[in-house]
Every structure is written in structure tokens, then in C-alpha cells.
């Protein structure tokens, strides 16, 4: 049920994929200061974009599940948090990456950017040994949804406050997709940006295929009245 | 009063008393305080500090200070069995996160009433900045708390609590920190307090409170039914 | 501080290398998901198979009910564990 239009989606994710690579390095114009280099913006951004709305997805999600105490929510939310710490990772990396490109060092505190992710990135790190430190099910899950709107709430206070942190004598060093983009930068950008919510969703998908399809044989078992095998999901979307 | 209230009251009041009767966590709390602005001073080696120094040992300070004595409030409820009796009770239970983070702010508080003026006799020049630093204060630890209600709350029913509340508190706290620290480094600078963007850093507090207090107060109820 | 205002333009081939550093990170991650999820698809495959043969002996053992046959199936310790990855 879940991995119904997987196939089609996949296929898209690895379209638009392939598509933004050819477009960053066969079309999109070098950049005047930052020359090479700037082209891992074209990752950089695009996934700490979609990890941050994955973020705030999961929060609504929560919300939906707390509402209407249907499991379906609660999986839905996990997943989301879950492909978005995944992503927060190689947002931080490339980040990583790119600040030794350009300042020597492989990490710098003047981009608050950067910051403000890695803080959203050390809070949502928690939701793990959080979750998995509640024994009783139902409370587990509805624990993590609050945890999920909490930290959703949390997201865009805390970018705002690490902005304000910046002393006004630094100013922003790297022009974002806000920042005046030339035409073919913002459409090699918007291709990117759109392949990546892709890989997002096929990944989210995936997972929770996965997730309900190992619930399903869990409830199988029970229901054969056969002792219960190794592993299986907890986090089912379907409530048995 | 209106039931509510009065329910809010009675849970302030317990909570207040009970804390009156153990007494050993505030004056713990003050002493953890202390030593560690001994142990800064060695660890900095400076005996006097002003500016983004001085708020960053007095924040760092308070708020582990903070985070150590938040759990207590939950866990004697939890021991002493008292979320059975406010579960039965025909009240909002969202008047117990109100009663909550009123008593933790009461303690908070009453922490800083004895670390604040220590940590000035330590390390500050003058005491000028003090007045509008209260404001900071009171600021900073309503939002301190709210989420330190929201996240003890969770984490009382969880088998590694002692572990959970640092660890979830301290990045949700970080934004209060920055806004704290920013707001208190130009209060206590050498020439004497200035309040450059001190507005702004108030409001980011505000903001703040205003954000968890809602969230803590809307979400609460999820966490009491069983 | 000038280093933050221009941040300089590495040579083609020093540059390359941080662009291609990073594109291969993200290409590393995706594929260590995608083999972790390999493991999980897998271990789903041979419960079903395990649960089929189950049902397959229920049915031989009420298709033939005097038979007392029996089901010796070791228990695999507690189920639902948390998730990998």
C-alpha cells in the first residue's frame, strides 16, 4: 500500500537527479569570487533546505497524530525526522567541506547558517535515545509527537536568534538563493532544489514501506499465534 | 476564584512546600553555583571578568545550575505518587503545567537571589549593571522554565531521565542563551552598563517564552493521559 | 579580517577536488542507506518465508487434526527491537 508509485517516483528522483548534475556542471555559469568551489552550493543548500521543511513536516505530522491518535501519523513523523537527521548529516559535511574550500578551516562560527543548523541538527539528534528510552508504546509515541512539535517550534525561533548573534560587523558571506542569482544559477539551483525534495520523498516512502510491510508480518505472526521473531518495527503505520 | 485558579494555586502552594521542606536541593544548587565560579576563575585565570566573558560564565553557570535542579520537581511528584491524585482531579491539566513552570520559575529565582550578587563580589568591578540585569533574569529562566516543565515532564516516565533532561534541554535552551549572553555582555561591560540591543534581546526572550509557554501549555495534556 | 569578504577563488584543481569531495559524500551516504535498507528489505523476506511456513504447517495440522502435530519452534528472543539505521 505504501509502495504503491515508489517505482514512478524513484524514476523521477533519478531523472531530476541527473538532470541537476548535468546542470551544474555542463550549463551554470563559474562564479566570480568563489570560482569552482561555489558549485557545492548547488548540494549544500538544496539539502539543508529540504531538511529543515522535513523538520517542520514532522512536527505536522505529530500534531496529526496527537489529534487523531492514529499510528499512521506517528510513522509518518518518525520518518520524516529520521531522512532529515540523515540529510542534516551531509548538510553538515559539505558544509564542512566548503568552508575549508574557502577559509582553511573546517568549520567557521561566522556563517550563521551553518550554526543554526548544526543546533537544530545536535536537538534532533536527541529524538532517538529520547524515544527509545519510553518502554511503553503508546506513551512512546505520543511522547516523540510532542517532542516533533516542540523542536518544529523550535526550528525557526532558533535560526532567528543565531542571525541576531552575528555582529553586524560580519556580514553574510555567501549569497544564498535569495541573493541575487543570475538566471542560470537559479534555475541549475531550482533543479536541485526540486531533485533533492525528491530523494527526500522516494526516501521517506521507501522507509515506510519498509516500516509497513514489517509491521504487517509482525501482526501476521501474532495473529498465526506463533512466537514472535527477531526485529520488526515498532514504528508500524499500521496499528495493530 | 474560579476552579481553575484555585486548583492552580493549590499545586503552587504544595509544590512550594514541599520544595520549603526538603530544602536540600536550593542551597545545593547555590553551592554548585559558587564552586563553580571558583573553578572558572581558576580555569580562565582571571580574577575579574566584565563583558561577553563575565555572561558567559555567569549563563553557563545558572543554566547547568538550572538544569541539574529541574528534574527535582517532577521526580518527587512521580515518587511521592501525586500525579494520581491531579489525574483524578476533575481540573484542566493544563493548569498543572501553569503551576509547574510557576514554582520552577519561583526557584530559578530564588537560586540567582543567591549567585548573582556571589558572582558580582567575585568577579565584577562594579555592580551598576545588576538592576537591569533582573530583568534578563526573569526573562531568561520563564523560558528556562517552560521547557524545562515540557522536557522533565517526558522524560520522569523514560527509563534514562537523569541522562534525557540534559541532554534535550541544553539545545533547546541555546537560543534563551544566546539572547541572555547578548543581552547581559554590554550590561556588564568595564566602562559600565550599555544597552546596546538590549531591547531587541529582550524581545527575542519574550518571543521565547511566549512561544514554549504556549506549546508547553497546549501539548500537556497529551502527557498525563494513560 | 578581508578573508570574509573575498573569500579567493582556489585554482581549478585544488577547488575540484572539495566539489568532488563533497558530491562523493552525499553519493557515500545515499548508498549506505540504501544498503542498510537492503539489510532491512531482506530480513522482511525471510520473516514472510518463516510466517508461510508456519501457516502452511496450521493448515496441515487441521487438515489432519489427529495427528498431533507438532510446531518446535524455538523462540528468537523478544520482537520489535527499534529500528536499525
Known amino acids: ?38 558549485k557545492i552550493f548547488y548540494l549544500h543548500v538544496p539539502l539543508a533546505m529540504v531538511a529543515l521543511v522535513g523538520f ?34 551531509a548538510v553538515l559535511i559539505t558544509g564542512a567541506i566548503w568552508a575549508k ?67 553586524l560587523v560580519h556580514p553574510r558571506t555567501f549569497a544564498t538563493a535569495e541573493g541575487g542569482l543570475p538566471g542560470e544559477m537559479m534555475l541549475t539551483f531550482l533543479v536541485s532544489l526540486a531533485a533533492i525534495a525528491l530523494l527526500w520523498t522516494t526516501l521517506v516512502k521507501f522507509e515506510l514501506t519498509a516500516k509497513s510491510a514489517s509491521g504487517q508480518v509482525k501482526r501476521l505472526r501474532r495473529a498465526l499465534d506463533a512466537p514472535a521473531g527477531g526485529g520488526g518495527s515498532r514504528i508500524a503505520p499500521e496499528v495493530s | 476564584m474560579t476552579p481553575s485558579r484555585s486548583a492552580f494555586a493549590a499545586i503552587l502552594a504544595k509544590d512550594l512546600r514541599s520544595e520549603l521542606r526538603t530544602l536540600q536541593s536550593l542551597p545545593a544548587m547555590a553551592l554548585f553555583s559558587v564552586t563553580t565560579f571558583v573553578i572558572f576563575r581558576f580555569g580562565l585565570d582571571r580574577t575579574s571578568l566584565s563583558g561577553s566573558l563575565a555572561a558567559g560564565v555567569l549563563w553557563a553557570t545558572l543554566l547547568f545550575a538550572a538544569v541539574l535542579g529541574i528534574n527535582r520537581l517532577f521526580v518527587a511528584e512521580r515518587e511521592e505518587g501525586g500525579f494520581d491524585a491531579i489525574r483524578l482531579a476533575p481540573i484542566d491539566r493544563s493548569v498543572l503545567f501553569t503551576a509547574k513552570v510557576a514554582a520552577l520559575l519561583v526557584y530559578l529565582l530564588a537560586l540567582e537571589l543567591v549567585a548573582v550578587p556571589i558572582f558580582a563580589i567575585f568577579f565584577l568591578e562594579d555592580a551598576a549593571g545588576l538592576g537591569p540585569l533582573v530583568l534578563v533574569l526573569v526573562l531568561t529562566d520563564l523560558g528556562l522554565a ?49 544597552y546596546d540591543r538590549f531591547g531587541t534581546w529582550l524581545m527575542v526572550l519574550g518571543l521565547y517564552d511566549l512561544i514554549f509557554g504556549l506549546v508547553g501549555y497546549a501539548v500537556f495534556d497529551f502527557l498525563l493521559e494513560d | 579580517m578581508e578573508l570574509l569578504f573575498a573569500a579567493p577563488a582556489l585554482p581549478l584543481d585544488k577547488a575540484g577536488k572539495y566539489v568532488a569531495g563533497a558530491y562523493v559524500v552525499f553519493v557515500v551516504l545515499l548508498v549506505v542507506y540504501l544498503a542498510i535498507m537492503a539489510a532491512k528489505v531482506q530480513r522482511i523476506e525471510k520473516e514472510l518465508r518463516d510466517v508461510a511456513a508456519i501457516a502452511e504447517e496450521k493448515k496441515e495440522a487441521q487438515a489432519a487434526p489427529g495427528r498431533g502435530s507438532e510446531t518446535p519452534l524455538a523462540s528468537h528472543g523478544s520482537g520489535g527491537g527499534g529500528t536499525g539505521v
Not at chain 2, 527509563?159 to 542563551?177: E, I, K
Open chain 1, 101 to 167: 574550500a574557502s577559509w582553511g578551516h573546517w568549520w567557521v562560527w561566522d556563517e550563521p547558517t551553518l550554526v543554526s543548523f548544526l543546533i537544530v541538527f545536535l536537538l534532533y539528534a536527541t529524538y532517538y535515545p529520547f524515544r527509545y528510552a519510553i518502554e511503553d508504546r503508546d506513551r512512546q509515541a505520543r511522547y516523540a509527537s510532542v517532542f516533533a512539535v516542540t523542536a518544529g517550534a523550535f526550528v525557526p525561533l532558533n535560526f532567528m536568534a543565531v542571525r541576531m548573534a552575528q555582529s
Open chain 2, 146 to 194: 517552560a521547557t524545562g516543565t515540557l522536557i522533565s515532564s517526558m522524560a520522569v516516565n523514560s527509563r534514562a531521565r537523569d541522562l534525557l533532561v540534559p541532554l534535550v534541554l541544553l539545545p533547546l535552551a541555546v537560543p534563551l542563551m544566546i539572547a541572555a549572553t547578548g543581552a547581559t555582555e554590554p550590561l556588564l561591560s568595564l566602562g559600565g552598563p550599555s
Open chain 1, 56 to 89: 517542520i513536516a514532522g512536527g505536522v505530522f505529530a500534531i496529526a497524530h496527537l489529534r487523531t491518535d492514529n499510528r499512521k501519523w506517528d510513522a509518518y513523523s518518525y520518518v520524516s525526522i529520521h531522512i532529515s537527521v540523515i540529510f542534516g548529516v
Open chain 1, 1 to 38: 500500500m505504501y509502495g504503491k508509485g515508489l517505482k514512478p517516483l524513484s524514476i523521477a528522483t533519478v531523472a531530476m537527479l541527473a538532470l541537476s548534475l548535468s546542470l551544474v556542471f555542463f550549463y551554470a555559469p563559474l562564479d566570480g569570487d568563489q570560482g569552482f568551489i561555489q
